[in-house]
């Protein structure tokens, strides 16, 4: 069963930049090539929402609230997905969750966003 581990989380001040990483192992690399990643948020008060999606050609899309400031990317040697966060705002602050073909699931990361 896969395992993923995400690192990389913090405390950033509004208007600054954050890059998270999730490490997956347990998998062969043909399986992790093979698969979509998404990256996951939960933000106070609110349902788990779907932020970034990366799929086994590189196609990305990301939610209407982050389109534009977030960019998804992976390195398959490395069986690491990231997200580079950019222009930051409160509302971006929650617990962040990498998800593997929609099955497998980090533990979440804390991203906080001050003002």
């Known amino acids: 069963q896969a395992q993923m581990v995400e690192s990389g989380g913090g405390l950033v001040q509004a208007g600054g930049s954050l890059s998270i990483s999730c490490r997956t192992s347990?998998?062969?690399?043909?399986?992790?090539?093979?698969?979509?990643h998404n990256w996951y948020r939960q933000t106070p008060g609110n349902e788990r929402e779907l932020v970034a999606t990366?799929?086994?050609?590189?196609?990305?899309t990301y939610g209407d609230s982050v389109k534009d400031r977030f960019t998804i990317s992976k390195d398959t040697a490395r069986k690491t997905v990231f997200l580079q966060m950019n222009s930051l705002k409160p509302e971006d602050t929650g617990v962040y969750y990498c998800?593997?073909?929609?099955?497998?699931w980090g533990q979440g990361i804390q991203v906080t966003v001050s003002s």
């Open positions: 347990r998998i062969i690399t043909s399986t992790f090539s093979g698969s979509t």
């Open positions: 998800n593997l073909a929609s099955q497998y």
């Open positions: 990366i799929t086994p050609l590189g196609t990305t």
